[in-house]
């Protein structure tokens, strides 16, 4: 298995508090990305990076802010949390965007309850 | 209009069957197709790469027609641990575009 870690694993918070997720990657991988998973809307790009301190927004942007200060570690943060951002929170990486080497490998995941 | 999408079923198969999944993807400009695989409050593992020239993973089959703009998962000979939701994944570019994913049930 690809060595990705997401924490927290879990995050209950309320609405209005900045939380931030970690993702942190032992593969050396140049790109990170941020998904968010809902039902009936699959899995969501939120931003992207593909390179340190290289960063794109995906089609869920907004009320989301990302950072990638070194190579392993992509920082995701809701600056004031709505309810709406309840969901699962998903951090991917590739070696590439396109080629041989463009698979995405997934960490396990972080439910975020905004209450 | 999504970039992907995919029947969500459900299918409920017997063990032994064979089922099949399909998928659509509306940019003629996709460049790699993949399939993966989901289970339930688990992230998502890649099951295989899809080929123009179609590729097999001993049960596992899956077809590329980029005429038609979709793509194709055959699953033989169907076991209880096949159970999971299927989600098809197309590539353009920096982005990987996702269906919403089909669940399948195998049952004995």
């Known amino acids: 298995d690809a060595g990705i870690t997401q924490s927290p694993r879990h995050k209950v918070t309320e609405t209005g508090t900045p939380v931030t997720l970690r993702c942190h990657q032992t593969?050396?991988?140049?790109?990170m990305y941020w998904y968010r998973q809902d039902p009936g809307h699959g899995l969501r790009l939120i931003h992207y990076?593909?390179?340190?301190?290289?960063?794109d927004k995906g089609e869920v942007s907004d009320g989301y802010s990302v950072s990638r200060s070194k190579t392993e570690d992509f920082l995701l943060t809701l600056e004031s949390a709505t309810s709406s951002q309840t969901s699962v929170y998903f951090c991917a990486i590739s070696a590439s965007s396109r080629g041989a080497n463009e698979k995405l490998f997934f960490g396990s995941g972080t439910q975020l309850s905004v209450l | 209009r999504k970039e992907v999408e995919q029947d969500p079923g459900p299918f409920n198969v017997p063990e032994g069957a064979t089922v099949a999944f399909n998928c659509t993807y509306s940019?003629?400009?996709?460049?790699?197709f993949f399939w993966y695989r989901q289970d339930c409050r688990k992230e998502p593992k890649l099951l295989m790469s899809v080929y123009s020239s179609g590729n097999e993973d001993g049960r596992f089959t899956a077809q590329l027609n980029r005429a038609s703009q979709y793509i194709s998962l055959l699953i033989r000979d169907s076991k209880l641990s096949d159970s999971a939701t299927y989600l098809c994944v197309v590539n353009e570019g920096n982005q990987f575009y996702f269906g919403t994913g089909t669940s399948l049930t195998v049952i004995p």
């Open positions: 990076s593909y390179g340190v301190k290289d960063t």
């Open positions: 940019n003629s400009a996709s460049q790699s």
């Open positions: 593969e050396n991988h140049r790109y």
